[in-house]
């Protein structure tokens, strides 16, 4: 998928991967994501609203599932 990589980058950028989800949700900012990726340079690497959008459990990136945060 093209946003694994992005997703990749936003997960080591705002160190998501240590937060304790069960306890709280994370709450990440449309800034964060693009200050993350800003060295991308194609458009659906570093557009937030392209980024966010995942309609389906499959279109979810795999850094998500590699970390357990698929949800119903």
Not at 7 to 33: C, G, K, V
Request: with cysteine; glycine share 2%; proline share 3%.
């Amino acid at each position: 998928m093209a946003s694994d990589k992005s997703w990749n980058r936003i997960f080591e950028y705002t160190e998501m991967d240590q937060h304790d989800f069960d306890t709280s949700p994370y709450i990440l900012t449309a800034e964060q994501i693009k200050e993350a990726c800003q060295g991308f340079t194609k458009t659906a690497e570093k557009e937030v609203r392209i980024l966010c959008k995942q309609d389906e459990r499959k279109s979810r990136p795999k850094v998500f599932e590699e970390n357990g945060l698929l949800f119903e």
